[in-house]
């Protein structure tokens, strides 16, 4: 029984060893240098001279996206993290007040510098408008496409300005005008 407990140990190893690839030598071209020893005064131990200098740079950005999206469109600018267009309200694109489904229709019909495709901000989108230099009439109640989950007649209106520190409510979407300000994923 023994022998055949070391055979499949063996197998089992064997195959790790095809898997992983830690039985890879280097190649005859380019063969392996040695490393300056811990304790050798012409080396530091810290450093290998032989190291690509950009590894870790590139290791450590592997998968932070560094491209920015292309320019904001006129009329808009660029909020980060996530990136997102947001109308700046100034002429010759000022945000009206509206009801929330005419503000819904207003936004996927706008056309700014060439883009399509707006629509309302969520309720978190228009918390981010506050203090943002470039954006006017932050002040005041926005509309946004956040249903109120309790009520589906129902949507978020958010003063991002608000100094009371309660800048959200919800309205039935047909009751009051309030401002329209459209965004966009670039």
Not at 118 to 137: A, H, I, N, Q
Not at 149 to 163: K, L, R, S, T
Request: aromatic residues 6%; proline residues 13%.
């Amino acid at each position: 029984m023994r022998p055949l407990l070391v055979r499949v140990f063996s197998v089992s190893v064997m195959s790790l060893v095809v898997v992983c690839g830690c039985d890879k030598q280097p190649a005859a071209d380019s063969e392996a240098k040695p490393k300056p020893a811990a304790d050798d005064p012409k080396g530091d131990p810290k450093v290998d001279p032989d190291a690509d200098p950009g590894a870790d740079d590139k290791e450590a950005n592997f998968a932070t996206p560094t491209a920015e999206p292309p320019r904001a469109p006129e009329g808009t600018i660029s909020l980060r993290d996530p990136w997102l267009y947001v109308q700046t309200c100034v002429e010759p694109n000022p945000c009206p007040e509206l009801l929330q489904p005419a503000g819904d229709a207003h936004c996927r019909e706008l056309q700014l510098g060439g883009h399509v495709n707006w629509r309302l901000p969520s309720k978190d989108e228009v918390l981010r408008f506050k203090g943002v230099e470039g954006l006017e009439t932050t002040a005041g109640y926005h509309w946004t496409r956040t249903p109120y989950e309790d009520d589906m007649a129902q949507a978020w209106i958010v003063d991002p300005e608000d100094p009371e520190g309660a800048p959200a409510t919800t309205i039935p979407r047909d009751r009051k005008p309030f401002r329209i300000r459209c965004v966009k994923e670039p």
